[in-house]
Each structure stands twice: as structure tokens, then as C-alpha cells.
Nanobody, 126 residues
């Protein structure tokens, strides 16, 4: 059973930066496509970014392109999300997720991801 633990959330002013981390244990992290999703109050969970098992292919939601960067360190079983130029609309609970079955595809749908962390809160003040 894969366990995912997010960290790095917090309160930041608009225009600021945060770096989220997702530490994995209990599975073969290096074989999984990994993704970041977020959910704001009253809204559905949405895809933010994803990265293929080897880190060579990434996918971003249009709303974060050019501002967020996803990366992973398979030696440390950890994935990261560098968030720059944060906006109030980026405020949400951020979740990391692992797709066990599709290592060559970076999907953007929640249904493809079998394992989820408990989330970390990101708050952006205007």
C-alpha cells in the first residue's frame, strides 16, 4: 500500500512562492506517474500538474503554466511542486496522487490515480 504525505503548504501573499513536497512510502515510487491536484471550498478537485515516472514528461493545467513547476527525485521517493507568482485563486487544499497503472501517460483525471495523500492547505492573501 502506497502512502503519500504532503508538506510545505501555508499562508503566502499574492505574488509569493511556496514549494510543496510529497513523500512516498510503501510502494515503488519510481514506477508511478505522479500528480498534484487541488480543491477549493465548494469546487471539484482539479488537476494541477503531473510528471511521468522518469521525470521527462510533464503536464500542467493551463491556469498554472509558466508559474508552477513539478519535479521528482526518485532516489528520495519525493515529488515537488514549486509554485511562483501565486494568486488568490490558487488557494486550495493541494493533494499529491500516484497513478500505478499508466507509467507512460501523465493523466489529468482523478479517476486514473489510485493513491492519494491527505492534502496540505495553501492560502494566498491579496
Amino acid at each position: 500500500q502506497v502512502q503519500l504525505v504532503e508538506s510545505g503548504g501555508g499562508l503566502v501573499q499574492a505574488g509569493g512562492s511556496l514549494r510543496l513536497s510529497c513523500a512516498a512510502s510503501g510502494g515503488t515510487f519510481s514506477r508511478y506517474t505522479m500528480g498534484w491536484f487541488r480543491q477549493a471550498p465548494g469546487k471539484e478537485r482539479e488537476f494541477v500538474a503531473g510528471v511521468m515516472w522518469n521525470g521527462r514528461s510533464t503536464n500542467y493545467a493551463d491556469s498554472v503554466k509558466g508559474r508552477f513547476t513539478i519535479s521528482r527525485d526518485n532516489a528520495k521517493n519525493t515529488m515537488y511542486l514549486q509554485m511562483n507568482s501565486l494568486k488568490p485563486e490558487d488557494a486550495a487544499v493541494y493533494y499529491c496522487a500516484a497513478d500505478r497503472d499508466r507509467p507512460l501517460v501523465v493523466g489529468s483525471t482523478t479517476r486514473w490515480y489510485e493513491y492519494w495523500g491527505q492534502g496540505t492547505q495553501v492560502t494566498v492573501s491579496s
